[in-house]
């Protein structure tokens, strides 16, 4: 069995959500260990990835961030939000992008089949997507996991450092109610990947450096505008 720590985090401001799962890239390689964190939001939200313009967000009145990762942009007013953050030297971060993709949404297919829904991985088609315009859940990529319509039930994005993985997903709520689908994420990912779940609790140093991160870079123009840090 492999120890995976666990952590059911509360709704956040999204600056704090981003600038918690950066940091538990940075820490990986004190932590050493998969963390997995479910989360939500403490406002209507809109994320969108690294390389996007905040006018890829086509709904008004939304609290915007920028995520440290890619993809497109993604509506957090239903759905269940979850991060995997995994050390260098782990299993997953030998697999290329896409394969750790399979790797990771086959679990979340299974989860979704558990709770009595139909779901199957996204083919590859060779399709290419305008990356500055992506909406997530309305053009997927390979491996995403699909409903039987075609629609799109999860997604997620990453960044590689040579500190690990930050896989950041989301999984609509039309396959299931959050807790339910927590519980059986959990759950498919633990036969996937032999986890073993310990209680995550984050120092209040962590909480302290996340709000920093939060304020000096998440919240600010210059990234949410531009992509780049202030000074």
């Given at each position: ?7 059911l985090?509360?709704?956040r401001a ?30 209507p ?5 690294y ?5 890829a ?11 440290p ?7 957090h007013?239903?759905?269940l ?20 993709y399979?790797?990771?949404h ?15 991985l ?10 500055a ?30 500190k690990g993985?930050?896989?950041?997903g ?10 339910s ?20 609790e ?7 450096e996340?709000q ?7 919240s600010?123009?210059?990234?949410n ?7």
């Amino acid at each position: 069995m492999e120890n995976c720590l666990l952590w059911l985090d509360r709704a956040r401001a999204p600056s704090m959500n981003m600038a918690t799962d950066e940091l538990l890239l940075e820490k990986m390689d004190s932590i050493r260990k998969v963390v997995l964190r479910f989360y939500s939001w403490n406002a209507p939200s809109a994320s969108f990835g690294y390389s996007q313009k905040p006018s890829a967000v086509t709904r008004p009145g939304l609290a915007l961030v920028r995520r440290p990762t890619g993809g497109g942009v993604v509506y957090h007013d239903c759905d269940l939000t979850y991060t995997l953050a995994i050390p260098a030297g782990h299993p997953i971060c030998e697999l290329n992008r896409m394969e750790s993709y399979r790797v990771i949404h086959e679990p979340v297919m299974r989860a979704i089949l558990r709770l009595g829904g139909k779901a199957c991985l996204a083919p590859d088609l060779g399709q290419k997507h305008d990356r500055a315009t992506l909406q997530c859940f309305v053009s997927p990529s390979p491996n995403d996991v699909l409903a039987s319509d075609g629609g799109k039930l999860a997604g997620a994005a990453q960044r590689r450092t040579r500190k690990g993985i930050l896989h950041q997903g989301s999984v609509s709520l039309q396959a299931g109610r959050a807790e339910s689908l927590v519980e059986a994420i959990c759950a498919e990912l633990k036969t996937a990947f032999s986890f073993d779940y310990s209680v995550f609790e984050p120092s209040p140093d962590f909480l302290k450096e996340a709000q920093a991160l939060a304020d000096a870079k998440y919240s600010t123009p210059e990234w949410n505008r531009n992509g780049v840090c202030g000074s």
